[in-house]
């Protein structure tokens, strides 16, 4: 009985020796996965770019020296120790603030993908960050375009020979009686008499005037007032035309965006600081309340601040930093 040689059932046996057809088949999936490699590569190369660095920076200034920094960081560090409230802010800006701000610009880079996308190549069940990502930027585009709507309504009234918030209206005087309140026009240089019923003819105008409020909504809240709707309608018509192109657009509005609000501020301090009373206001303003920094509400507060201006968690820094060149200088 002849017997078979061992090698027989070694990797020399003819059924582990490669046919003509896996050789075909294995060609075939090269060059599948060549061309899938290839188009990858060439949707990558297709994705829009900001013309230059300079519009990326300017691009991210703009995004972070806004209404944020302008009235809210103000409000928040008077009512959270003064001068006293920039330590908690600082320590929170450096370690937790910026080290988040560069890995969502580091992850944006690195992957050429807005925000979803992102989230979604790190696991597919994190896709759900991205979409909340982009709903919270919807509701603050919203309000944003609100409060930029009575921006634009006050830049009209202000072109007028009289501010119409420097005096007192005479069809204020009866709803004022009825409810006790004097108003102080805001003309007055401090010489007169002021009570606790007492308020200044600005922020009447603005309640009155401009929101229209009323005592109660029993009777329904009313039409919209025209001339803010008018004034919502341009806010929308200027945030379209700005990214309408994309980074192509709003690349080149970041020029104004980031270097206009440098100007108003400068603008504003050099009113203020020429006022009567300017450096005792300033120093009540900035004294420290070295006892609010063991409340925990402090510490919050700054946090809060923090992410609002660096605009961290929102995904924009994500987007922005996804259309740089994948060799850009970010670590500036």
Not at 160 to 188: F, H, M, Q, R, Y
Request: proline share 3%; hydrophobic share 45%; with cysteine.
């Amino acid at each position: 009985m002849a017997t078979k040689k061992s090698n027989d059932f070694g990797l020399d046996n003819p059924a582990f020796q490669e046919t003509k057809d896996d050789v075909d088949l294995k060609k075939i999936d090269k060059q599948f996965s060549t061309k899938i490699e290839i188009e990858e590569g060439d949707q990558s190369q297709d994705r829009a770019q900001w013309g230059n660095g300079l519009e990326f920076l300017m691009s991210c200034i703009a995004m972070s020296v806004g209404l944020g920094n302008i009235w809210r960081f103000p409000f928040t560090a008077y009512e959270n120790g003064g001068g006293a409230f920039l330590i908690p802010y600082i320590i929170v800006l450096l370690l937790i603030g910026r080290p988040i701000y560069y890995m969502e610009m580091a992850l944006g880079q690195f992957s050429s993908r807005g925000n979803v996308k992102v989230f979604e190549a790190l696991a597919p069940a994190l896709k759900g960050i991205g979409y909340g990502q982009l709903i919270g930027t919807i509701c603050v585009a919203t309000y944003y375009c609100s409060l930029m709507a009575i921006t634009i309504f006050y830049l009209a009234n202000s072109f007028t020979s009289e501010l119409p918030w420097s005096t007192c209206k005479s069809e204020w005087a009866e709803d004022l009686e009825l409810n006790g309140i004097t108003c102080i026009p805001s003309v007055n240089k401090g010489n007169g008499t002021t009570h606790g019923n007492s308020k200044g003819s600005s922020e009447l105008w603005f309640t009155k005037e401009v929101l229209k409020e009323i005592p109660s909504i029993e009777d329904g809240i009313g039409l919209p007032e025209w001339r803010l709707t008018l004034c919502l309608l341009a806010a929308w018509i200027i945030t379209f035309v700005v990214s309408r192109r994309g980074v192509q657009s709003s690349g080149k509005a970041a020029y104004f965006l980031a270097l206009f609000p440098y100007v108003v501020m400068i603008a504003l301090l050099i009113r203020a600081a020429t006022l009567d009373g300017a450096a005792e206001g300033i120093l009540f303003f900035y004294r420290p309340e070295w006892s609010k920094l063991l409340s925990a509400d402090v510490w919050y507060a700054a946090v809060t601040q923090c992410f609002f201006s660096l605009n961290v968690g929102f995904g924009s820094i994500t987007m922005y930093s996804s259309y740089n060149n994948f060799e850009h200088n970010i670590n500036r």
